[in-house]
């Protein structure tokens, strides 16, 4: 993999900030978008917009083709199926969402329980909550210990006649944690329980199959693997989702409306009210076509050796406490130095033009855990160099003699 070569694919890559180059370490926030994402969006709107699914005119077929064929390159890219079981949302908290609404509305009744983990973030916990308010249901959570790994014992004990489902993360957004989901899907279902992946962290950095994990549901978001913002996954087994009510109401979601009676579309378009973000699902496909393009193996590769690189070398530096030291992790780390604040190191960083994210990274109840109330975050795409983790080791180094 010539990351160099890469790099040059992505125009954001090659500005300065505070007149230093930029060193990006947000990837878990958002991915930054090569060229040729942003061209499609772009030549789209010059020259073929029009309204998805209701014209009978050449640019509205063509953008109608565009739209279901960026649908086909997202369930090659999970292995799904069938595209019935690809349904476009804005976003993972949208599709997780659509998912706890439409389930909870049809599944769950007072008393019914739910199962997380500890590490969830909070758009996988606060949907829940909700539901609870709604319907009495009961959130139980997996616990994990001190490395950040769930402990797969509790998980068993947690379920009862009143499971009716599971949702976890595959990959932690703060500890970088691999969690075992295709071995925790396997326990659900021996308890005739469906299994909710939010793969949000995972799908950039390593190959998701959805029939391999045998996932019920698996959700993600668009922006976080170089395609746009505004558009994303709702995977569902069809078997499930023919099962469920629609979310939203509105246009390309009915068969049939009168004042009496409304019958619904078929999958997916039961679940798709309104004007998709058409443009937006080009890119997303263009997005997944460049990963294909390189190879998320060699993504991964290149990922790990960054992360193994950088583990390293931010251990040289004195009082750095990290959280997240799984047997299994990914593209993510998690830090404190000593005891400068997350938000001064933060800051400070800034100006030396290296971006990584401060704060509880949407996970409070995760930092309740380490009894923290934020941390440093660096994280990696497959654009980064060992020459960026040594500039932010330099940084750290500098911020931290300062202090
Ligand atoms: N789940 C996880 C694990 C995440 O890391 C994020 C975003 O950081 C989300 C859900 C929410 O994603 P979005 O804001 O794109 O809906």
């Known amino acids: 993999m010539d990351v160099q070569k890469i790099r040059e694919d992505f125009p954001i890559l090659s500005r300065t900030v505070y007149g230093k180059p930029l060193v990006y370490l947000d990837n878990a926030a958002t991915t930054q978008k090569p060229r040729l994402v942003i061209d499609s969006l772009v030549d789209e709107y010059y020259s073929v917009n029009a309204n998805v699914h209701r014209g009978v005119h050449y640019l509205s077929q063509q953008a109608t083709e565009l739209h279901e064929s960026s649908r086909e390159t997202v369930r090659q890219f999970i292995n799904a199926h069938s595209t019935n079981e690809v349904i476009f949302t804005r976003g993972t ?12 509305d049809e599944f769950m009744q007072e008393g019914d329980e739910v199962i997380l983990s500890v590490m969830e973030h909070h758009s996988n916990i606060v949907p829940w909550q909700l539901l609870a308010a709604r319907k009495g249901i009961a959130i139980k959570v997996i616990p994990m210990n001190d490395k950040g790994e769930l402990l797969l014992d509790e998980y068993e004990k947690l379920f009862s006649e009143r499971t009716k ?12 944690t691999v969690n075992p989901v295709k071995e925790m899907i396997k326990i659900a279902h021996e308890h005739g329980v469906p299994f909710l992946v939010d793969a949000a962290q995972s ?11 045998d996932a019920d549901f698996l959700v993600f978001s668009g922006h976080k693997i170089y395609g746009p913002t ?29 004042f009496e009676k409304t019958t619904f579309n078929e999958l997916p378009f039961k679940f798709e009210a309104g004007t998709p973000d058409y443009i937006g699902t080009t890119g997303l496909a263009k997005a997944l076509d460049y990963v294909n393009g390189i190879g998320i193996e060699q993504i991964a590769a290149h990922e790990h050796e960054l992360t193994t ?28 130095v000593g005891d400068i604040h997350h938000f001064d190191l933060g800051t400070l960083l800034d100006r030396l033009g290296i971006a990584v994210r401060t704060g509880h990274h949407c996970a409070q109840p995760l930092m309740q855990r380490f009894g923290i109330e934020g941390t440093v975050r660096a994280s990696f795409a497959l654009y980064n160099t060992k020459n960026e983790i040594d500039v932010l080791v330099a940084g750290i180094d500098r911020v931290r003699r300062m202090f």
């Open 93 to 104: 908290t949208e599709s997780i969402n659509l998912l706890v609404s439409s389930f909870g």
């Open 203 to 213: 799908i950039p950095h390593m190959k998701v199959d959805v029939q391999e994990l």
């Open 165 to 176: 489902i599971v949702s976890v993360m595959q990959v932690s957004n703060v500890l970088g």
């Open 309 to 336: 690189y950088a583990l390293k070398r931010l251990k040289e530096i004195p009082d750095m406490r990290i959280f997240g030291e799984a047997a299994d992790r990914g593209a993510v780390i998690s830090f404190l």
């Open 230 to 258: 505004g558009v994303g996954v709702l995977y569902g087994k069809e078997e499930w989702l023919d099962r469920l009510p629609p979310y939203q109401g509105g246009g390309e979601m009915i068969q049939h409306v009168s």
